[in-house]
């Protein structure tokens, strides 16, 4: 868990940042779309106990990014969605008519299998988000955030394409908000973060970002090969990387500077002061 802190000199020679809009509304779409959703368990309508968890498990595979739904361009039958890794006992699989696999990579996005998983995203995203919307625009900002998501998903996609995980559903933000990240630490690698550290006994230090971001960039990078099932851990590796360099572009197009335009000078009327002739009083001199 990180908390940011600007280093002084991280905007110096900008103007005051104004309020991260786009970062409050997806925090704000997240949550209400996880209150509504089967996976709170606060909406009477999905049901209690197993019918909570069975409506859950339709309720992702209508919404959720499928990769061999995205490979082909369709739907998965209810016997294919049934041979689906670690199926939820009791629940049978049903097709999902109408659905359309290239727009489930967006609807994606703003699923989440819990709470934990939930407030996990959020936190980094209301914790690194805003500076990085103030460094590309809130147009841009939010293009970028859906860009990633899409980005990360068919990556995890094309890897997966041949594996049984092909058939497991895909949710959360953790793409796009593991590419805010990237980008972070390419526009301000010595922010200090005041970070909690579990092995002494959850002690706020403070670490540079590089050093923050680069040790949760190497530990979902051995995740990817050593951790089980669960987790799309690839996920956060691909869009790391693609905000990382996304920002690279961004970083080497230095705006030029401009010199601001002063008024012309001219001369102050009679008896008047002017700081920029010496002596302080004008005279005019007129014909004998």
Request: charged residues 15%; aromatic residues 10%; proline residues 10%.
């Amino acid at each position: 868990m990180a908390i940011p802190v600007p280093h002084p000199g991280a905007h110096r020679g900008r103007p005051a940042a104004t309020a991260p809009a786009v970062c409050y509304a997806l925090i704000a779409l997240n949550t209400a779309v996880f209150l509504l959703g089967p996976a709170a368990g606060l909406n009477p309508l999905y049901g209690r106990d197993q019918a909570r968890v069975c409506a859950e498990q339709r309720y992702e595979q209508r919404w959720g990014a499928v990769p061999a739904e995205l490979l082909t361009g369709h739907p998965l039958t209810a016997d294919q969605l049934a041979e689906a890794p670690e199926p939820v006992p009791g629940c049978p699989a049903s097709a999902t008519p109408g659905k359309h696999p290239a727009l489930s990579v967006l609807s994606a996005l703003f699923l989440h299998a819990g709470w934990l998983h939930l407030l996990g995203n959020l936190l980094f995203l209301h914790v690194f988000g805003p500076a990085v919307e103030h460094r590309l625009g809130r147009p841009r900002f939010l293009l970028f955030y859906l860009a990633a998501g899409a980005l990360t998903t068919y990556g995890f996609a094309l890897a997966e394409a041949h594996s049984a995980d092909s058939t497991r559903v895909l949710i959360g933000a953790s793409g796009a908000i593991s590419a805010v990240l990237g980008s972070y630490l390419r526009f301000h690698p010595h922010a200090r973060v005041t970070t909690l550290v579990p092995l002494l006994l959850f002690l706020p230090l403070r670490f540079p970002a590089w050093l923050v971001l680069g040790i949760w960039f190497a530990l979902q990078w051995w995740s990817v090969h050593s951790a089980g099932p669960g987790v799309a851990y690839l996920v956060h590796v691909i869009g790391f990387m693609a905000g990382f360099l996304y920002a690279c572009t961004l970083a080497e197009r230095r705006p030029r500077r401009t010199r601001p335009r002063t008024p012309p000078r001219t001369r102050p009327r009679d008896g008047a002061t002017d700081a920029r002739y010496p002596g302080g009083t004008s005279q005019r001199s007129t014909p004998p």
